[in-house]
């Protein structure tokens, strides 16, 4: 099978590349390289942000990457980007027109708006997974959304163009449901995790951090420095849980966090909760470091206000590292409450305490649940297995093979910009 598959602006390369890539970027690459494995061939599509990185990029055996260009060759925030994805639609249809794919598999709503255009007039399938939904992100963020506009219409229209929608977990599926997207147009498949990356360590969770014991419990959390994490929320729940120590790994480099003004403002909340002795503010740090330092912890936290999936808590879980996590978005399928780890709500740092406080007081209980999510991720939440999963999805549109029904191909089609304005209204 020849699979396009569409990122504009989470590159494939970027996760190997050592940069401080998202889930969508890691979901893209790790993806491809498993279908790679299955036999098929993979070329990712995303937008030039460098002028100096070759046109093709050949990431490994079956995969290859392809820079469009489309507006400036430099970095551009994505909630700025749609006045570039018109060009970007056109040059994927070129793209699409030269190699003939059997299918596009769009990631993000802008890559399913320029997949759409490009697979119309070819008539090819689209297959898109929306790593997070506008509707969502407004929900919880409100003003300070900076998304465009006309995100969540676009949304809908995508949704209910698309021959598939590909959801990340069930909450998602109800959150289709309400923009009108019926259940047979959408199949979950989860995100996966690196089972050769991510393995436990041959000692008991947490013992190689503490030594002797002479050092404190170590709670952990990965990713971007943004409010919604909830970084601020653990380090409320943290003074009232004596004896640990919080470390967060993500955000800038660690050269930059003096000038970065979320990374002070955490360091100065934590100096008013008096715990800024035991909070520590890792930067950026390579994904292939994170293994260790999660074998060097006794929990992770993954307490956001929201999260469209969350790739974290099943690393951690690969690594043999109990979950705390806050019950929202896909977290709620991936950590089980009491077996796996703990879910709590979001926002309440003193329930957040009280659930710390007794884990970190039960040793076996950690490590049962760290067997617990080795095993549930063995069995789920492999690369191989969520490729495995997305084939079945390809095989079946192909099988179906219908047709895009409303957006016209890119030879008769309006300006894209016009669809998305005419789609928010």
């Not at 699409?96 to 320029?114: I, K, T, Y």
Request: proline share 8%.
């Amino acid at each position: 099978m020849k699979i396009a598959m569409v990122s504009e602006h989470a590159s494939p390369l970027a996760c190997l590349g050592g940069v401080d890539a998202g889930g969508q970027n890691v979901h893209v690459a790790a993806l491809s390289a498993a279908l790679a494995r299955r036999g098929h061939q993979v070329v990712v599509y995303t937008r030039r942000d460098d002028p100096n990185v070759p046109r093709t990029v050949r990431l490994l055996p079956g995969v290859q990457v392809e820079h469009l260009s489309a507006g400036p060759a430099r970095p551009i925030g994505k909630d700025e980007l749609l006045p570039f994805m018109e060009d970007f639609g056109n040059e994927l249809a070129r793209q699409v027109r030269q190699q003939q794919p059997d299918l596009l598999h769009a990631h993000f709503w802008m890559s399913g708006l320029a997949s759409l255009r490009a697979a119309s007039a070819a008539g090819l399938p689209v297959v898109q997974t929306f790593h997070a939904l506008g509707k969502v992100k407004r929900r919880w963020q409100g003003g300070s959304d900076t998304s465009p506009p006309e995100r969540i219409g676009a949304e809908r229209l995508i949704a209910r163009t698309a021959d598939l929608v590909i959801a990340t977990c069930t909450d998602e599926v109800r959150e289709l449901r309400s923009m009108g997207v019926s259940d047979g147009r959408v199949e979950i498949v989860p995100c996966g995790v690196d089972l050769t990356l991510f393995t436990p360590s041959r000692t008991p969770v947490g013992a190689a951090a503490r030594g002797s014991g002479n050092r404190p419990a170590r709670l952990l959390i990965l990713g971007r420095l943004v409010p919604r994490k909830g970084v601020a929320d653990a380090i409320a729940a943290l003074a009232q849980v004596p004896g640990a120590e919080l470390l967060v790994a993500g955000g800038p480099a660690p050269d930059q966090l003096a000038t970065d003004s979320e990374a002070q403002r955490l360091l100065a909340l934590a100096a008013a909760h008096a715990v800024a002795d035991r909070v520590r503010l890792l930067g950026r740090q390579p994904h292939t470091d994170l293994p260790e330092l999660m074998r060097s912890c006794d929990l992770l936290l993954a307490v956001p206000w929201y999260e469209p999936f969350g790739i974290t808590p099943l690393e951690a879980m690969a690594a043999g590292l109990p979950v705390v996590a806050t019950a929202v978005g896909g977290l709620r399928d991936t950590v089980l409450d009491g077996i796996t780890g703990r879910l709590v709500p979001p926002r309440r740092p003193d329930v957040l305490a009280r659930v710390l406080t007794e884990l970190l007081a039960d040793p076996p209980r950690r490590l049962a649940m760290a067997r617990a999510g080795r095993e549930r991720v063995l069995a789920h939440y492999g690369w191989n297995c969520v490729a495995e999963q997305t084939e079945a999805c390809y095989g079946s549109v192909l099988a179906q093979r219908r047709l895009p029904r409303s957006l016209p191909g890119p030879a008769t089609a309006g300006r894209l910009t016009d669809v998305t304005a005419e789609v928010a209204r």
